[in-house]
Each structure stands twice: as C-alpha cells, then as structure tokens.
C-alpha cells in the first residue's frame, strides 16, 4: 500500500471505520450484512476505500476467511477509542441541555417560615439535590417590590400573598391563610372572657398594614378603629405589646 499522511477527519471517514468496526465485530462480511443493512460487494468496497484513504492493508479476505493484519489489529483498537470518544462527547452535549446551571433568584414575603407546610423548603431542597450547580439566591420584601422585579426579570419567582392579579405574571396558590385579631398580655382585651361584638372592636385602636391586602381584609379593617399603621407583620407584632392597640395575624 502507497504510505499516506492523515490530515484530516472526514464524517465519511467516520463512517467507514465504523463499518470496519462492525465487520470486526461479526468476524465476516457475510456476518455484516444483516447488522448494516448493505449487500457484501458494498461492505468490501467501503473497506477497499478505508484502506485507501489509511494507506494501509487492514485485513485478509478469501476463501481462508476473515482475518486482520497487524496494522488491522491496530487500526481496530484506534477506532473503538475514537468511535467512544464520540459517543462521550454527545452524551456530554446532550447532558448540558437537562442539567441546570445559573442562578434561581426568589422573592419571598416575610413571614412564610412558619407556615405548618414548607412546599418552598422542600422544592428548594428537591432542587438542590438534582441540581447541584444551581446557586439559590432569597430575597425578603413587600409584594409590590416582588412582583416589580419578577415582571422585569431580576427576579424568577416569588411568594406573595393573592391581593390583585397582574397581567403578565402567572399565579399558583401555594397556601390558604387564616387571619385572627391578637392583642398583647397587657392589653385590656387580654383577660376579658366575654365574647366581642363587632361593634365593640371600634372601642379600641387597632393597626392597619401600610401594604397591599385583598378585600375581604380590607372589609375586617373597617370594623377597627385604625390609628396607627406598620409595613409588615413584624411591626404589627411590635405595637401588639403595647397595650392600647390590637392587630390582625395571618
């Protein structure tokens, strides 16, 4: 055979080292035929062209058989490597397309942590266990500001609660609130055993959140005498240890 150098790869050379692979492998042309779907005068001239394009006598055939010569041998051992080197690399590929990298920014209202059932725990748990090279990153805010940045893209998602829709922004409940009337141990209500009227709640000063609520929250207020008011619940918690005012919990 005429001495070749191989500059370059081709897909057909690819190809045929694969058909001289699967030749190898049946130990006959007449044995690869089934498996590539191609007639025996096929198969010999694809190996005839390998062996043209390598420079090199890959294998004896004829009425002795089918046997590789030494530089067969070798060529054999090349392609298993290369052909698998192959095969790695589109599972490679294939994996970065379902395996999740970047960051998950999420916007969570205060208050959420003691909630009986931690859906968001438990996602955040499930997701770093399946993606690893996810960096979470939580931001505590109002509902206004959440929304805000979901609707431009610095944030992914966020938890608030159902006060009134945005267009552009899809919902999906998440928990159902209960909301109660508190008072501090040094509020006169606190040791009162008799059962409130509604007109009775307007006696006493209440404080009403300074932040989104739905309507039927909103209805709840009006029955108060409302004279101070906080940003969050944390601030209602504060002035519930004073003992002129009252406020509403979730």
């Not at 192959?86 to 999420?106: P, W």
């Not at 208050?111 to 996810?134: A, C, G, H, R």
């Not at 939580?138 to 944030?155: F, H, N, P």
Request: charged content about 20%; aromatic content about 8%; overall charge negative.
């Amino acid at each position: 055979m005429k001495i070749k150098n191989l500059n370059q790869i081709t897909d057909f050379d690819i190809k045929l080292l694969r058909i001289f692979k699967t030749v190898c492998e049946c130990g006959s042309f007449t044995s690869a035929e089934s498996v590539l779907g191609i007639s025996r005068s096929a198969i010999s001239l694809h190996m005839s062209d390998l062996e043209n394009r390598l420079g090199l006598r890959l294998c004896q055939r004829g009425r002795a058989g089918f046997s590789l010569t030494d530089e067969g041998k070798e060529i054999l051992n090349y392609s298993e490597t290369l052909i698998a080197s192959i095969e790695e690399f589109k599972l490679k590929v294939n994996q970065i397309h379902k395996k999740l990298k970047g960051e998950f920014n999420i916007g969570i209202i205060n208050n959420l942590i003691n909630l009986p059932k931690p859906y968001i725990t438990n996602t955040l748990e499930q997701l770093t266990s399946e993606s690893p090279d996810v960096q979470i990153n939580i931001s505590m805010s109002t509902l206004a500001d959440i929304e805000c940045k979901v609707m431009d893209g610095r944030l992914h998602v966020g938890a608030v609660p159902m006060v009134t829709p945005l267009s552009g922004l899809d919902y999906l409940n998440l928990y159902e609130e209960s909301s109660y009337l508190y008072c501090g141990d040094r509020h006169p209500l606190f040791s009162s055993t008799e059962r409130l009227k509604e007109q009775d709640l307007s006696q006493w000063n209440a404080v009403m959140p300074n932040y989104s609520i739905n309507s039927q929250a909103l209805q709840l207020y009006q029955l108060l005498h409302c004279s101070a008011t906080a940003s969050d619940r944390e601030g209602i918690a504060f002035f519930n240890f004073n003992r002129k005012f009252y406020g509403i919990f979730t």
